[in-house]
């Protein structure tokens, strides 16, 4: 079966940190780039971070750019969502998914149809 598992989301005071893990399963993950997503009830899923298949290339969005940290480590078929200094408004449902592509491109690649193998996602909730 095909997929990713995330994990390390929780409940987390703001300016706290926490650690996302993206285990892919059936997936040969040296060949993609990987992205972070994130979802609010009533909202649309909003890109949040890509890495490229070897790690040479990330890119973010402005709302997290300087607080994630994105990375990789394809032995353990694993990608990572460092999170500090977190606020309020990163509270959401925390996805990530395979892209179509080993690159993220020069700009943070936010079309859900471009990626594939999404996970059930973590739950993420800053306090203020």
């Known amino acids: 079966q095909l997929q990713f598992v995330e994990s390390g989301g929780g409940l987390v005071q703001t300016g706290g940190s926490l650690r996302l893990s993206c285990a892919a399963s059936g997936i040969i993950l040296d060949w993609s780039a990987v992205g972070w997503f994130r979802q609010v009830p009533g909202k649309e899923r909003e890109a949040v971070s890509c890495?490229?298949?070897?790690?040479?290339?990330?890119n973010y969005a402005n709302s997290v750019r300087g607080r994630f940290t994105i990375s990789r480590d394809n032995a353990k078929k694993t990608a990572y969502l460092q999170m500090d200094d977190l606020r309020p408004e990163d509270t959401a449902v925390y996805y990530c998914?395979?892209?179509?592509?080993?690159?993220?491109?020069?700009?943070?690649?936010?079309?859900?149809?471009?990626?594939?193998?999404w996970g059930q996602g973590t739950q993420v909730t800053v306090s203020s």
């Open positions: 998914a395979a892209r179509r592509t080993p690159t993220c491109g020069a700009w943070l690649p936010a079309r859900l149809e471009d990626y594939r193998y």
């Open positions: 890495i490229s298949n070897e790690g040479h290339n990330m």
